[in-house]
């Protein structure tokens, strides 16, 4: 199971850290990725990194603002969002690809997901 935390109100220009945390497996030969989503849209692609190695990935839309990391002790990913645009509004997800060889940029490559949670940037 995965479990992300950390969304809030914040206003334009804050910052929020997102975390996932799993929990009855250890990410190992994983990749993990945050992704979010709007009604009446399609859950798009955020960031993601690669347990092993630590490559990441960044859409377009977030690279420069975005950090994704991760903390093998804590076997938790999290997502630094910086200089938040009230764009950035969503439901965001954590998702886990297991034995993955790159990061998927597709929700349909990965096999479980966290429950989401609610980022709202006020302008």
């Known amino acids: 199971q995965l479990q992300a935390s950390g969304g809030g109100l914040v206003q334009a220009g804050g910052s929020l850290r997102l975390s996932c945390v799993a929990s009855g497996r250890t990410f190992s030969s994983d990749s993990v990725g945050w992704f979010r989503q709007t009604p009446g849209k399609e859950r798009e692609f955020v960031a993601g990194?690669?347990?092993?190695?630590?490559?990441?990935a960044y859409a377009d839309s977030v690279k420069g603002r975005f950090t994704i990391s991760r903390d093998n002790a804590k076997n938790t990913v999290y997502l630094q969002l910086n200089n938040l645009k009230p764009e950035d509004t969503a439901v965001y997800y954590c998702a886990a690809d297991l034995y993955a060889l790159r990061v998927g940029l597709r929700p349909v490559s990965y096999d479980f997901w966290g429950q989401g949670t609610q980022v709202t940037v006020s302008s």
């Open positions: 990194i690669m347990w092993t190695g630590g490559s990441t």
